[in-house]
């Protein structure tokens, strides 16, 4: 029964996954939606307390981040931004000008190769104050559907519970609820351009 309920779990992410990557392709005037968005995740009061705080860099039709990182730079913040090693894990990254940034392999933005083993660099995920958090598909409660690879499940188990987890996404990869299991991690925050909507959080598991 149990291996049924994994299996129609799993068949029900494909098909959403495969609706939220439609929906993010179509929509439009990415540029300055995006912008709004992040304007948002900035006018927050856990950003303003923040001192260390965690970026995503936008892959493919993701909300843009990237151009508001140069602004976030200038915040007397520590800005920090993951990037994935050779072992498929994300590592952490003190980013302090975007000319340390590189377009690598994968065409994904990311720390030049030189500067990601500079010992003073590398942060560890419990220096986070505050953690944007990429996806695929959300829902209001703060269900979070990533691509399926648990890159981000495993650097949040890391994160420590005072750390708000922020989600970052159009209002079209909304769903009305997003099939959570028991090691899936809730949003304190779902940020659209039409709301933020609180989540959970870690406090709760459905």
């Not at 009061?45 to 965690?54: G, K």
């Not at 039709?61 to 200038?74: D, I, M, P």
């Not at 104050?129 to 495993?154: N, Q, S, T």
Request: charged share 30%.
């Amino acid at each position: 029964m149990e291996t049924n309920t994994l299996t129609d779990v799993a068949a029900r992410k494909t098909q959403m996954r495969a609706q939220a990557h439609e929906n993010r392709k179509n929509q439009v005037d990415k540029d300055e939606v995006s912008q709004k968005i992040c304007a948002k995740f900035m006018s927050l009061p856990e950003y303003a307390a923040a001192s260390t705080v965690m970026f995503y860099v936008d892959v493919r039709t993701e909300v843009r981040t990237r151009h508001n990182l140069q602004e976030a730079l200038g915040h007397g913040k520590r800005i920090i931004v993951p990037w994935c090693n050779t072992d498929g894990e994300l590592e952490l990254f003190w980013l302090q000008d975007m000319a340390e940034m590189a377009v690598g392999m994968y065409k994904i933005l990311e720390p030049r190769e030189e500067l990601r083993s500079v010992a003073e660099r590398h942060i560890d995920p419990t220096e986070l104050d505050l953690i944007m958090v990429p996806g695929v598909g959300f829902d209001r409660r703060g269900g979070r559907m990533g691509h399926g690879k648990g890159y981000y499940d495993k650097l949040l188990q890391h994160a420590r519970p005072d750390a708000p987890l922020v989600a970052l996404a159009f209002e079209c990869q909304l769903f009305p609820e997003i099939p959570m299991q028991s090691h899936d991690i809730y949003m304190d925050k779902v940020i659209t351009e039409a709301a933020v909507y609180e989540g959970l959080g870690r406090s709760k598991i459905a």
